[in-house]
Nanobody, 129 residues
């Protein structure tokens, strides 16, 4: 079992930045895919970014590429999502999730998001125009 807890959401004006953090309850660096996902009201949950096991390769949804950065601090066992140049359409509940998967790249981890086993409670991000 892995519990994940997100933090760092909030309200910001368009063009601003936020950094989300995710703290898994156990060490996940080498054997868990980790990812960020979001769900806006009335819409399906979608993948935002994922980071692979081991090498830490990353993958991003087209809608956030170049604006968001997913990263991981192995020493702190913490996952981050740096969100810059935020747009109103980025408004959503953001979730951190983990899935045991050894040897997966970032794109592989991203493709698995519907199979992720461990989800946080979410943190709200609101971007005003």
């Amino acid at each position: 079992q892995v519990q994940v807890v997100e933090s760092g959401g909030g309200s910001v004006q368009a063009g601003g930045s936020l950094r989300l953090s995710c703290a898994p309850s156990r060490y996940t660096y080498s054997s868990y895919c980790m990812g960020w996902f979001r769900q806006a009201p009335g819409k399906e949950r979608e993948g935002v970014a994922a980071i692979g096991t081991g090498s830490g390769s990353t993958y991003y949804a087209d809608s956030v590429k170049g604006r968001f950065t997913i990263s991981r601090d192995g020493a702190k066992n913490t996952l981050y999502l740096q969100m810059d140049s935020l747009k109103p359409e980025d408004t959503a509940m953001y979730y951190c999730a983990a899935n045991r998967a050894v040897g997966y790249s970032g794109s592989g981890c991203y493709s698995l998001f519907r199979e992720y086993n461990y989800w946080g409670q979410g943190t709200q991000v609101t971007v005003s125009s």
